[in-house]
């Protein structure tokens, strides 16, 4: 058969193998003038053929790459494969080419229902990973260290053909005219060719066994296409293949390596993409570095280098960085010169970014990584038609997105809400809902917000693959409701640990999803009886606490849920003291956890419409219990003084006496460190409460200065361990508190008791008072103040 492949081809023969770098823009102004000059009778495509009936979508308005086939299994849609096309791919332009002149277009790589049945046989350990870069290998013998430059001298800054419009194509009127443009736009597919064909044949396969198959395949549906259209059909692919698809194989050779795949049932849409995920560092395998940079190669129909300079400017502009129009003329003297040093036609990449760190961010890198991750990588989100096949469930998500006005964008960014708006609690239930199916859409952000209030914060990015995580969870239901709704169901029923049930109702009541709690509820009810194990008793009951307070924010029922609760509590109250004695460093760390979040889970049950009667007063017993028991390891006997303390619960001289006792020179240094550790642990917050409470800091300073001199080498390594964890500040202001001698209510050597710089001997009650009508104010609240203003 005849092929660009050789020196020969002339316009009117054929077919025309196109070897192509996917998402090369020169790549693709290449092919499109190929097209344009040849003008073949079809055009053939690297891809699945079950795509072949979504094709004509890409001629829809509301198609906007870049894009992606995505086919997945219909049995398993977590096995699935993606294709993606830019703006500035080759087989991007080819299919619009096609689709603008009614030329028939179709795919002709191995169908998915094969390579997605061959991806599953092979165990991901056994995959084959290529031994040979085509790219790296043709840049090294032209004496290049860089494939990237090498790509982009020799055919990014290689100007396009003379035909690249169909319009020329149509005004020649001689064929000795057509066939001399469609010579030259052959021209650097015959080059190519030539220098796979050498590569092939010095390193055949390439590591890449599967390829015969693939190639296999393309050759018979090119035989097919031959006999259907004639020899004038033009195949767009994988710069990789052209020699084997010029190869002179026979048709029963083809077949036989066909013979006896596996199959798979596949279903195919398209989907939308991103530059990043184009990008090599994405995992892509076909991935380009600088996908944003290719687009704008792409797109600039003059001056490149000016207009790329001009958008670095005003990204950086946009960021508060004093860019001005001089900058931008400098930028492009800098790259010109760049280029002109080192040997380059054109001022590629390299030469652009060297300039701008020089120019625009004055030689810092920090700037410069806003230019890298914004206009060379892009942020560019491609959208697809509402008339592509997708699975319902995936249709209702993009219902509640439109009505909820919630765009996925590739872009990270925060979202805050007011649960007590509709639109900002239907968000919240969206998310939740879509957190239960595994969808990761957002993620909760810890600290912006309370999600035991009326506010909830949340950290959103859309990625390409989350349309397959729909698809996997469309097994559950045709709507985000019903299928969340089905799954928490059955996560009820098969989980074995109780924390996982008081983690899936709190979900529940998240996501507003009351169909499901009462199976949740069951399990929760049925596996708290059986479970004796406190600590798992103490993991559950946070998350119960938690769903309380949900359900007061979010008017839900959680009558049972507090019975529930209640139980929880009392069996973790009994349970806890005799748990804490008897352990190791790790053991003792973890249980200290739990004590503190228990604390927190009944403070949450105190704040209660309806607390259980005494239970306050049996956790206060509890964390007596292990303030004052020997037995009970040093971190936890600290912790549970702190916490009384905090409550106030416990009184100052009480606090000092069991300080005193944990630091006695009988304690073990490790044991009296555990104990300093729970009692002003960094990680606790312990160094601000230093700071600003005089009886935590007076009880520290009354210690250290009694500590015998022996004995403080053995201390104080202890010591640094629990003070390092402090902030900075923290550190200097304690360390200048004491060089004063102003630490507050702390005896010093001269046995007078001092106030700290600037605070007077006693509280001012008339001031103090003063500021409640504001703080009414900002609380929702409408008080009359208590005192006095002045």
């Known amino acids: 058969m005849t092929s660009a492949v050789g020196s020969g081809a002339l316009a009117g023969a054929g077919p025309w193998v196109l070897g192509v770098r996917h998402h090369g823009p020169g790549s693709a102004r290449a092919v499109l003038a190929a097209l344009a000059a040849a003008r073949p009778s079809a055009v053939l495509i690297e891809g699945p053929p079950e795509g072949d009936a979504l094709l004509p979508l890409a001629d829809d308005p509301q198609m906007r790459p870049p894009v992606a086939l995505l086919a997945h299994a219909v049995d398993d849609p977590g096995r699935a494969s993606f294709w993606p096309m830019a703006a500035f791919s080759p087989e991007w332009v080819a299919i619009r080419w096609a689709l603008d002149h009614d030329v028939p277009v179709r795919f002709v790589d191995l169908p998915a229902a094969h390579s997605l049945a061959l991806k599953a046989a092979t165990p991901e350990a056994e995959e084959v990973t290529p031994v040979v870069d085509p790219i790296r290998v043709l840049a090294e013998t032209a004496g290049y260290d860089d494939p990237e430059r090498w790509w982009e001298d020799v055919v990014e800054h290689r100007s396009p053909g003379p035909s690249t419009d169909s319009s020329t194509s149509t005004s020649t009127s001689?064929?000795?005219?057509?066939?001399?443009?469609?010579?030259?736009?052959?021209?650097?597919?015959?080059?190519l060719a030539e220098a796979m064909t050498a590569l092939r044949e010095a390193y055949g396969d390439g590591g890449q066994p599967r390829d015969a198959v693939r190639e296999a395949y393309m050759r018979i549906q090119l035989r097919v296409a031959r006999k259907e259209f004639g020899d004038a059909v033009a195949v767009v692919c994988g710069a990789w293949h052209v020699p084997a698809?010029?190869?002179?194989?026979?048709?029963?050779?083809?077949?036989?390596?066909?013979?006896?795949?596996?199959?798979?049932?596949?279903?195919?849409?398209?989907?939308?993409?991103?530059?990043?995920?184009?990008?090599?560092?994405?995992?892509?395998g076909a991935g380009i570095d600088a996908p944003g940079w290719y687009g704008h190669l792409f797109d600039a129909a003059d001056r490149p280098v000016e207009r790329w300079m001009t958008k670095a400017a005003r990204l950086l502009r946009a960021e508060d960085r004093p860019v001005s129009t001089a900058h931008v003329i400098e930028a492009v003297r800098l790259a010109e010169t760049l280029a002109a040093l080192r040997g380059r036609l054109l001022a590629g990449l390299g030469e652009t970014t060297d300039a701008v760190r020089a120019v625009m961010c004055e030689g810092s890198d920090i700037p410069l990584a806003l230019v890298q991750d914004r206009l060379i990588v892009g942020e560019t989100l491609g959208e697809v038609p509402d008339t592509a096949p997708a699975v319902p469930l995936q249709r209702d998500l993009t219902r509640s997105q439109r009505t909820l006005r919630l765009k996925p964008e590739p872009q990270e960014r925060e979202l805050d809400l007011d649960l007590r708006k509709e639109t900002d609690a239907a968000r919240s239930r969206l998310l939740h809902r879509l957190r239960l199916l595994d969808v990761g859409w957002g993620d909760p952000v810890v600290g912006r917000g309370s999600t035991g209030t009326f506010r909830e914060s949340w950290r959103l990015r859309w990625e390409p693959e989350l349309h397959i995580r729909v698809a996997e969870a469309g097994v559950w239901g045709t709507t985000v409701r019903t299928a969340a709704t089905a799954k928490a169901e059955w996560q009820a029923v098969e989980a074995t640990a109780l924390a996982d049930v008081t983690a899936l109702a709190e979900h529940c009541l998240l996501a507003k999803l009351p169909d499901a709690l009462p199976v949740v509820m069951k399990s929760l009810a049925d596996r708290a009886a059986l479970d004796a194990d406190v600590g798992h008793l103490a993991d559950a009951l946070p998350a119960l606490a938690r769903s309380l307070r949900y359900g007061d924010v979010r008017a839900t029922d959680t009558a049972a849920l507090a019975e529930v609760a209640a139980g929880l509590a009392d069996r973790v109250c009994v349970g806890l003291p005799p748990a804490c004695t008897g352990l190791d460093a790790d053991g003792a760390e973890a249980l200290r956890r739990r004590v503190e979040a228990v604390h927190g889970a009944i403070g949450l049950l105190l704040a209660g419409a309806a607390p259980a009667p005494g239970l306050r007063e049996r956790w206060d017993a509890v964390l007596h219990k292990?303030?004052?028991?020997?037995?009970?390891?040093?971190?936890?006997?600290?912790?549970?003084?702190?916490?009384?303390?905090?409550?106030?619960?416990?009184?100052?001289?009480?606090?000092?006496?069991?300080?005193?006792?944990?630091?006695?020179?009988?304690?073990?240094?490790?044991?009296?460190?555990?104990w300093i550790e729970g009692f002003v642990g960094g990680a606790s917050g312990g160094g601000m409460l230093l700071v600003h409470d005089e009886r935590l800091l007076g009880l520290m300073d009354t210690w250290l200065t009694r500590v015998p001199a022996d004995m403080f080498t053995d201390v104080l390594p202890l010591l640094r361990r629990t003070f390092s964890a402090y902030e900075p500040g923290v550190r200097r202001t304690l360390g200048e508190l004491v060089r004063r001698g102003t630490v507050p209510g702390s005896a010093h050597r001269d046995g007078v008791d001092r106030a700290p710089a600037g605070f007077g001997p006693g509280i001012d009650r008339a001031r103090a008072d003063a500021v409640e009508p504001v703080l009414s104010l900002l609380l929702g609240r409408h008080t009359e103040p208590t005192g006095a203003a002045g």
Do not use: C, N, Q
């Open 626 to 674: 292990l303030a004052g028991r020997d037995t009970v390891a040093g971190v936890i006997r600290g912790r549970s003084a702190r916490l009384l303390l905090d409550e106030g619960r416990l009184a100052e001289d009480e606090a000092a006496r069991l300080m005193g006792l944990a630091l006695s020179p009988g304690t073990p240094p490790a044991d009296a460190a555990a």
């Open 245 to 284: 698809l010029a190869a002179r194989t026979t048709l029963a050779a083809d077949r036989a390596l066909l013979k006896g795949l596996p199959k798979v049932k596949t279903e195919l849409t398209w989907v939308p993409w991103t530059h990043r995920r184009l990008a090599r560092h994405s995992g892509y």
């Open 174 to 191: 001689s064929g000795a005219s057509k066939g001399s443009d469609a010579d030259v736009a052959l021209a650097p597919f015959v080059a």
